[in-house]
């Protein structure tokens, strides 16, 4: 019983720690994207006010 | 081309000669190497005829990286006029190529012999197989070293970015050489020989592909 | 491709079911082998990634049009190939401990794949050192091909290692059933989906911080800077 639950601990692990890899790699880029849109969008307002 | 990269290695050979910029502080580098490894490892205790052919390449190769990561960073620094003379871009290549050739094997010539008896091993048998390994191994490492040399030395790191480019990417060839090596001690010929194709393997590859594509790298 | 994500995230719900609940445990490893499919799926998936990144990188050097956007796919390939390749060491390692009880073995594949995820970390670190936008895309293209060269005669060096190393643990193979080799197919397609829309994003954005960089320095000569 013990060897089968040390089992389940590492399929859990190993199953999270990939999971854990995608979603820092994910949320890197949505927010450094949503950063950059951010820029995008008011550089373009300012030049709709100057125009 | 030949003629091309003829004169470019003498220049640097010149070079070289008047100032000792490479040589000197990669050989002292070496020997300095070797000494460490004897307080490090105790030779005179624990006997080293298991690991010494890793110590002695590893050293080989450390002390190489100061003389190969050069060889562009001196052209970059002259920003790069060389890259303006009517020639062929490959011979340039070709010439660095062969300046990283002679350097690592001086350098092993110095090396090795001191590794040998600093480490109390002595020199394995069927030395003039050893020699032909050292020989195929150094031309391996410096067609790669010449390579990454070319791409590190114009990036904002220069020599720095080495290592991380050149030690995982001349992995086949430490394996190589040092089970070559290891194989001559044990008295296998045979195994030895298997590993020495692969260096060679590696020799062709490095220097034919490099050569192809070093015109790309001029462009820009 | 922004429909991506309605083809991935149903077969990411479907291969884990098929994975973790519906194939039954494995005769000496239990319900342990079922990290075998997580990590087969990362290590394919990352095989394919730095294909990829090496077709981009040929392409960058001989085409004519478009290099700017390869160029981003190159990027965008290297980093999702990495990523996916890091998580095929995690998975392996902790598969390994159970497996062959440690979590390192000198096994010509995990070999490989260590000296593999060396070869394209420093393949983003020449990326990152290089400033020069035509120079960034050109050097790094030129390494993605060099490299790429290098891992089967990295593969084929290690492989002849082990074989005159003592090897320790013994390969516990796994016989595939028709019902496994479903779940291992339906990983496969989940997580090479996941790649692509990884891919996609990521080269979406490099996209956007050029436009952005182009627009401000239009603004700037238009003010006068």
Same mark, same amino acid.
């Given at each position: 019983?013990?060897?089968?639950?040390?089992?389940?601990?590492?399929?859990?692990?190993?199953?999270?720690?990939?999971?854990?890899?995608?979603?820092?790699?994910?949320?890197?880029?949505?927010?450094?994207?949503?950063?950059?849109?951010?820029?995008?969008?008011?550089?373009?307002?300012?030049?709709?006010?100057?125009? | 081309?030949?003629?091309?990269?003829?004169?470019?290695?003498?220049?640097?050979?010149?070079?070289?000669?008047?100032?000792?910029?490479?040589?000197?502080?990669?050989?002292?580098?070496?020997?300095?190497?070797?000494?460490?490894?004897?307080?490090?490892?105790?030779?005179?205790?624990?006997?080293?005829?298991?690991?010494?052919?890793?110590?002695?390449?590893?050293?080989?190769?450390?002390?190489?990286?100061?003389?190969?990561?050069?060889?562009?960073?001196?052209?970059?620094?002259?920003?790069?006029?060389?890259?303006?003379?009517?020639?062929?871009?490959?011979?340039?290549?070709?010439?660095?190529?062969?300046?990283?050739?002679?350097?690592?094997?001086?350098?092993?010539?110095?090396?090795?012999?001191?590794?040998?008896?600093?480490?109390?091993?002595?020199?394995?048998?069927?030395?003039?197989?050893?020699?032909?390994?050292?020989?195929?191994?150094?031309?391996?490492?410096?067609?790669?070293?010449?390579?990454?040399?070319?791409?590190?030395?114009?990036?904002?790191?220069?020599?720095?970015?080495?290592?991380?480019?050149?030690?995982?990417?001349?992995?086949?060839?430490?394996?190589?050489?040092?089970?070559?090596?290891?194989?001559?001690?044990?008295?296998?010929?045979?195994?030895?020989?298997?590993?020495?194709?692969?260096?060679?393997?590696?020799?062709?590859?490095?220097?034919?592909?490099?050569?192809?594509?070093?015109?790309?790298?001029?462009?820009? | 491709?922004?429909?991506?994500?309605?083809?991935?995230?149903?077969? &990411?719900? +479907?291969? !884990?079911? $098929?994975?973790?609940?519906? *194939?039954?445990?494995?005769?000496? =490893?239990?319900?342990?082998? /079922?990290?075998?499919?997580?990590?087969?799926?990362?290590? &394919?998936? +990352?095989? !394919?990634? $730095?294909?990829?990144?090496? *077709?981009?990188?040929?392409?960058? =050097?001989?085409?004519?049009? /478009?290099?700017?956007?390869?160029?981003?796919?190159?990027?965008?390939? +290297?980093?999702?190939? $990495?990523?996916?390749?890091?998580?095929?060491?995690?998975?392996?390692?902790?598969?390994?401990?159970?497996?062959?009880?440690?979590?390192?073995?000198?096994?010509?594949?995990?070999?490989?794949?260590?000296?593999?995820?060396?070869?394209?970390?420093?393949?983003?670190?020449?990326?990152?050192?290089?400033?020069?936008?035509?120079?960034?895309?050109?050097?790094?293209?030129?390494?993605?091909?060099?490299?790429?060269?290098?891992?089967?005669?990295?593969?084929?060096?290690?492989?002849?290692?082990?074989?005159?190393?003592?090897?320790?643990?013994?390969?516990?193979?796994?016989?595939?059933?028709?019902?496994?080799?479903?779940?291992?197919?339906?990983?496969?397609?989940?997580?090479?989906?996941?790649?692509?829309?990884?891919?996609?994003?990521?080269?979406?954005?490099?996209?956007?911080?050029?436009?952005?960089?182009?627009?401000?320095?239009?603004?700037?000569?238009?003010?006068?800077?």
């Amino acid at each position: 019983m013990s060897v089968e639950k040390q089992f389940l601990e590492y399929v859990f692990f190993a199953y999270s720690a990939v999971f854990l890899l995608i979603f820092l790699f994910v949320t890197n880029v949505w927010r450094r994207t949503r950063h950059l849109e951010q820029q995008l969008s008011a550089l373009e307002g300012d030049g709709e006010k100057e125009s | 081309m030949i003629r091309a990269a003829g004169w470019i290695l003498w220049k640097d050979i010149t070079l070289e000669f008047r100032g000792r910029e490479l040589l000197v502080p990669a050989g002292v580098f070496g020997l300095l190497i070797a000494m460490l490894y004897g307080f490090a490892f105790d030779p005179a205790k624990n006997g080293l005829h298991g690991t010494f052919p890793g110590l002695l390449w590893l050293g080989i190769f450390f002390a190489s990286f100061l003389a190969v990561g050069r060889a562009f960073s001196v052209e970059a620094e002259a920003s790069q006029q060389l890259l303006l003379a009517p020639i062929d871009r490959g011979s340039l290549f070709l010439a660095k190529l062969a300046l990283n050739i002679l350097l690592t094997l001086v350098l092993a010539a110095v090396m090795t012999p001191a590794f040998a008896i600093l480490l109390q091993t002595g020199l394995p048998p069927e030395t003039g197989t050893f020699l032909l390994i050292e020989a195929l191994g150094l031309v391996g490492f410096s067609a790669a070293g010449t390579a990454m040399g070319a791409l590190a030395a114009q990036t904002r790191l220069r020599e720095l970015l080495l290592p991380a480019l050149l030690l995982p990417f001349t992995s086949p060839l430490l394996l190589g050489v040092v089970s070559a090596t290891k194989a001559l001690y044990g008295g296998e010929v045979a195994a030895a020989g298997n590993w020495i194709m692969l260096i060679a393997i590696f020799d062709v590859i490095f220097i034919v592909v490099p050569v192809l594509l070093f015109e790309f790298l001029t462009e820009v | 491709m922004r429909y991506l994500r309605w083809v991935s995230v149903p077969l &990411w719900i +479907a291969a !884990l079911y $098929l994975a973790l609940i519906w *194939v039954p445990d494995e005769r000496s =490893l239990g319900v342990s082998y /079922r990290i075998f499919y997580i990590h087969l799926g990362m290590a &394919w998936t +990352a095989l !394919l990634a $730095l294909t990829a990144n090496f *077709v981009v990188s040929l392409l960058v =050097l001989f085409m004519k049009r /478009r290099r700017e956007t390869l160029d981003n796919y190159a990027q965008a390939t +290297a980093e999702v190939g $990495l990523l996916m390749t890091t998580a095929t060491l995690a998975s392996g390692m902790l598969w390994a401990k159970v497996a062959w009880g440690a979590f390192w073995t000198w096994d010509p594949r995990l070999t490989t794949t260590a000296i593999l995820w060396f070869l394209y970390a420093g393949y983003l670190l020449l990326r990152e050192a290089i400033d020069q936008p035509q120079r960034r895309m050109v050097y790094s293209a030129v390494y993605g091909l060099i490299v790429f060269i290098d891992v089967p005669i990295v593969y084929l060096s290690v492989r002849w290692w082990t074989s005159i190393h003592p090897v320790v643990f013994t390969n516990t193979g796994i016989n595939i059933t028709p019902q496994m080799l479903i779940a291992v197919i339906f990983f496969f397609f989940a997580t090479l989906f996941l790649a692509l829309d990884l891919i996609w994003l990521r080269a979406k954005q490099q996209d956007l911080r050029e436009r952005l960089e182009r627009m401000r320095e239009q603004r700037l000569g238009e003010l006068g800077y």
